[in-house]
């Protein structure tokens, strides 16, 4: 079992910077893949980035360039660092972990998610 708990959510105008925080606990931290989603109201859960156990990093096209996701397995903790936020970026955005077990067993954790809302 994972637990997660994000923050760092807020109002920001568009052009600022946020950073999100996911802190872990439970199971093995660095074990797992770690990633963002976000929720735009309407519109369907979608991947914003994600971290491999390993360090490798993945980017939705929209978000590239502007965000990096970071992890510090020694605070179980995983970062998304949101630069030259545009009101398109608003939505909720949620952590996940992952654990993908050699006998493809896969364990999957959400948290609660937190706001970010972007003024124009």
């Known amino acids: 079992q994972v637990q997660l708990a994000e923050s760092g959510g807020g109002l920001v105008q568009a052009g600022g910077s946020l950073r999100l925080s996911c802190a872990a606990s439970g199971s093995v931290f660095s074990r797992h893949d770690m990633g963002w989603y976000r929720q735009a109201p309407g519109k369907q859960r979608e991947l914003v980035a994600t971290?491999?156990?390993?360090?490798?990093?993945n980017y939705a096209d929209s978000v590239k360039g502007r965000f990096s996701i970071s992890r510090d397995n020694a605070k179980n903790t995983v970062y998304l660092q949101m630069n030259s936020l545009k009101p398109g970026d608003t939505a909720v955005y949620y952590c996940?972990?992952?654990?993908?077990?050699?006998?493809?067993?896969?364990?999957?954790?959400w948290g609660q998610g937190t706001q970010v809302t972007v003024s124009s």
């Open positions: 971290i491999t156990s390993g360090g490798d990093t």
């Open positions: 996940n972990a992952a654990l993908l077990l050699p006998d493809a067993t896969k364990y999957a954790y």
